[in-house]
C-alpha cells in the first residue's frame, strides 16, 4: 500500500516519467505547474469588461 494522497495510477505515471529519462526536479515541477492550474482554474472568475 502507498503512501495516503496519491493514487496508486498517479505514482506509477511520476515513476515511468523519471525510468523513461525526465529529471525529477523536471517532473517535479510539471506536476507542480499542473496542481496550481487546476487548482486556481475553477476559483478564477474573469473581471466583465465594461
Known amino acids: 500500500m502507498g503512501r495516503r494522497g496519491y ?8 515513476l515511468d516519467l523519471v525510468q523513461a529519462g525526465r529529471s525529477v526536479a523536471d517532473v ?9 492550474a ?3 482554474t475553477p476559483f478564477h472568475t474573469p ?3 465594461r
Open 38 to 40: 487546476f487548482t486556481a
Open 47 to 49: 473581471t466583465p469588461k
Open 7 to 14: 493514487p496508486a495510477e498517479f505514482r506509477r505515471k511520476v
Open 28 to 36: 517535479a515541477r510539471e506536476i507542480r505547474d499542473r496542481l496550481v
